[in-house]
């Protein structure tokens, strides 16, 4: 499980978050009338740092929710073993609020897809924004991250993986090959 | 973006009855139905989780609620759902169920939902289409989803399954529902107590593991933390398995009286349709022990996820 390269070093995702906290207050002038739902599994533990970010940059408390997208997905005919459904768990109004979709990868775009849909059904956001740790190319929806941690050129046959404090003991962005991982 | 997935290999492709579906995959059913509550308590009340699938709902015995259960379950995940009742079908020329089965798999039906009254309907479907066949009652047999939503209701009351002990009492003899929760609850940590009169209490279900017999109320009830009432079908009366139905009350009606010998936090259960005051007394089934009515929402919820684990994910 050798890495090709690493990514994002533990200063480097807090640098990359911080800065899309910035980013965030900027474009939404404040922090006032937001939320922060991340996406199952990483997408949460991100969308909790941020939080605190935008509490410190303006002393607002932004709610935060979890979303998972399982019932959601238009591809888990391709997967061979089913997937657990983990919670959703909006416990806010959507409606007036402007949403940022928290999530660690933005690849294909199906996921956010998905996210979409779901978070559609549970309310009627003002607006929905996409915040990501790594965008990684290869879209197949006419899908784009609003903010982005790092923009990264990779080839299909490689593997993005998030490592965070929260769910991995540490912060840590590497690039495999599928053949090493197998 | 990671998929959590279940470790187990052997995937079931049937809910015929319990055979074949480990701890793991079960708890992880009950555990998902916790979602599809969720679900059902949003303002859209929907997903597209099973969108494109036809679901075949071949009832050859009546039901209501059974039967509005599993097609609004369907509907909840986007399914699309066709009905077939038998007394409307050319079952009633001559057909045999092979041949019915037959063509509705031509017309591209993905799953069925079958109630028959023969045991064993239900495997004959599964082998005559090929595709998924969820039993939804077949003669005396199984009627596994009113066993997991049982099973649901309860884990839901105390959190739990592991250690508890579930008094079943009434006839057990006919009840397909005391069979699946016999053969459901142990596997999933619980034990299970069958109590009725002798005529009405089969011996040979002191051989599952985790089940014990009697014919004492009383004693089926002491330490239980869920009695379920069977329905006593008055015919049975008729075929002398019983002296008097007012007999069968007095010993084993589910009542307060009966209730106090329980846990102190025990529940009353019901599969419905209900015989109010005569295997369980309305004072109980109206009472704040009840959870007959959470039995009947946690249906839809159980069976919204038992499609979902059957057909998501299927090549």
Same mark, same amino acid.
């Given at each position: 499980?050798?890495? *090709? ?17 910035? &980013? ?28 605190? *970010?935008?509490?410190?940059? &303006? ?124 | ?105 031509? #017309?591209?039906?993905?799953? #069925? ?72 609850? @142990? ?29 004492? @109320? ?22 002398? #398995? ?72 299927? &090549?």
């Amino acid at each position: 499980m050798t890495p *090709k390269a690493t990514i994002l070093t533990a200063d480097e995702v807090r640098r990359a978050l911080t800065r899309i906290a910035h &980013e965030i207050v900027e474009r939404n002038r404040g922090a006032e009338n937001l939320a922060l739902i991340g996406i199952h599994t990483r997408g949460i533990p991100l969308a909790g740092r941020l939080a605190a *970010k935008l509490s410190e940059l &303006e002393g607002v408390d932004v709610p935060t929710g979890r979303l998972d997208i399982t019932l959601y997905r238009d591809d888990l005919t391709e997967i061979a073993r089913q997937p657990i459904i983990r919670e959703t768990q909006v416990p806010f109004d959507l409606a007036r609020r402007r949403v940022v979709l928290v999530d660690d990868v933005l690849y294909t775009g199906r996921t956010v897809r998905a996210a979409l849909d779901a978070l559609i059904d549970l309310g009627r956001p003002e607006g929905i924004q996409l915040a990501v740790l790594v965008d990684r190319g290869h879209r197949e929806l006419p899908i784009r991250a609003d903010y982005v941690g790092k923009n990264l050129p990779t080839a299909r046959t490689e593997v993005v993986k998030v490592r965070l404090t929260e769910t991995d003991g540490v912060d840590l962005v590497e690039l495999h090959d599928v053949e090493t991982l197998r | 973006m990671t998929a959590f997935t279940l470790s187990t290999s052997a995937r079931p492709r049937h809910l015929l009855d319990f055979q074949g579906w480990s701890r793991e995959r079960l708890t992880a059913l009950l555990d998902n139905a916790d979602t599809m509550s969720q679900v059902l308590d949003r303002p859209v009340r929907k997903v597209p989780a099973l969108q494109g699938l036809t679901v075949c709902t071949a009832f050859f015995e009546n039901s209501t609620r059974t039967r509005v259960s599993f097609e609004l379950a369907a509907r909840r995940m986007s399914a699309d759902v066709v009905s077939f009742a038998a007394g409307a079908s050319s079952l009633s020329k001559g057909e045999s169920l092979r041949d019915t089965v037959e063509v509705l798999t031509a #017309y591209k039906v993905d799953a #069925y939902v079958v109630r028959h009254h023969a045991a064993g309907a239900a495997h004959l479907v599964a082998r005559y289409s090929g595709k998924p066949v969820i039993n939804a009652g077949d003669g005396r047999r199984s009627h596994p989803t009113q066993a997991l939503l049982d099973a649901y209701t309860v884990r839901q009351e105390f959190g739990t399954l592991e250690g508890l002990t579930v008094a079943i009492v009434g006839d057990v003899r006919h009840s397909r529902v005391a069979r699946s929760n016999a053969e459901l609850l @142990p596997k999933l940590g619980a034990k299970v107590v069958l109590c009725g009169p002798a005529t009405l209490l089969p011996e040979g279900l002191a051989a599952l593991p985790g089940v014990t017999l009697t014919t004492d @109320p009383r004693e089926a009830v002491r330490g239980a933390h869920a009695v379920m009432a069977l329905r006593l079908q008055q015919e049975r009366m008729d075929a002398g #398995y019983l002296a008097s139905l007012q007999e069968y009350a007095d010993t084993y009606q589910v009542n307060e009286s009966l209730m106090r010998e329980a846990e102190s936090g025990a529940i009353a259960l019901h599969p419905g349709p209900m015989n109010r005051d005569l295997e369980i007394s309305s004072d109980v089934a109206d009472g704040p022990r009840s959870r007959i009515v959470r039995q009947v929402e946690n249906g839809q919820a159980v069976r919204m996820s038992v499609l979902y684990h059957l057909l998501v994910g299927r &090549e």
